[in-house]
């Protein structure tokens, strides 16, 4: 007999903080693109301090973003070496296990 386990906050499931982790990266995404776009009025109004300033804050953010993109990939892999412990079990996977890996609707 297998007990439901109720999550209790998003960090609790290999799923939710790969969740987390996607709208990570789309808010580190958007603030690039903004910050580029701020690099360039620097540019344009001459504005050679702040322009240094946005490019080490745009340099921070490239890191950041290979960090994030590191975290996905071992969030998949980690996801998928469960189903592949759980299946060895026996242990029927569930429906967002299914669409999750792709093998669901």
């Keep these: 007999m297998f007990v439901s386990y109720e999550a209790e906050t998003p960090f609790d499931t290999v799923e939710g903080s790969h969740e987390y ?3 990570l990266a789309e808010a580190v995404d958007e603030a690039r693109r903004d910050v580029e ?25 490239a890191k950041l ?3 994030i993109t590191t975290s996905r990939r071992i969030l ?21 296990d299914e669409v999750l890996s792709g093998d669901g609707a």
């Design 37 to 61: 776009a701020e690099i360039a009025a620097a540019e344009r109004e001459g504005a050679d301090r702040r322009k240094q300033a946005l490019l080490l804050v745009s340099y921070n953010l």
């Design 76 to 96: 998949n892999d980690l996801r998928s070496l469960r189903r592949l412990l759980l299946a060895e079990r026996g242990r029927p996977t569930t429906e967002e």
């Design 21 to 23: 982790v996607a709208l």
């Design 65 to 67: 973003n290979l960090h």
